[in-house]
């Protein structure tokens, strides 16, 4: 709804994630991110696209480890969205030890992030998957309600196992 909190796409094609729901955060984005016109406008229902739009076209301007190392250390809760190799590879990820190793019987070996809860020690640290022609996707279908055309569909499509 707001455009304080919310995501963008940036130079790069990479994309900054916005949270400055309070007020002082959300004016020191629109300062730096020159938009100040709309600092007094966080809440603002009748504008909310125009203010979207400016932020997106400022944020086109830069990449966006660019835009994060200028807005993250400046009270304006706004930070990456990192892809997945990104996660993976995030240095606090690494540190807490949230990358798991998953097993695929037909697809391999890979890491994901695992089920680390804050103060325990309790990830799993490795995953053995099932097939995903085990699975009761044609039976969770038809109990949805899907008819066995449109599964056989989703099946020729890719879009179910």
Same mark, same amino acid.
């Given at each position: 709804r707001y455009a304080c909190y919310d995501t963008y796409v940036c !130079?790069?094609?990479g994309w900054v994630a916005v949270g400055a729901i309070e007020g002082h955060f959300y004016?020191?984005?629109?300062?730096l991110l020159g938009c100040e016109w709309w600092a007094d406008h966080q809440l603002d229902d009748a504008v909310q696209d125009q203010?979207? !739009?400016? =932020? !997106?076209?400022? =944020?086109a301007t830069k990449p966006r480890d660019e835009w994060v190392a200028i807005l993250a250390p400046a009270d304006t809760c706004v930070s990456a969205v990192l892809s997945i190799p990104e996660v993976i590879a995030d240095p606090q990820v690494v540190a807490r030890g949230s990358i798991a190793e998953a097993h695929h019987p037909t697809a391999g070996d890979f890491r994901q992030l695992g089920t680390l809860l804050a103060g325990t020690d309790t990830a799993r640290r490795s995953f053995d998957l099932r097939d995903g022609a085990a699975t009761d996707t044609e039976a969770l279908l038809t109990a949805a309600g899907y008819a066995a055309d449109d599964?056989?569909?989703?099946?020729?499509?890719?879009v179910v196992a």
């Open positions: !130079a790069d094609g004016k020191n984005l629109c300062t203010v979207r !739009a400016d =932020f !997106a076209a400022a =944020f599964i056989a569909r989703l099946r020729d499509e890719g």
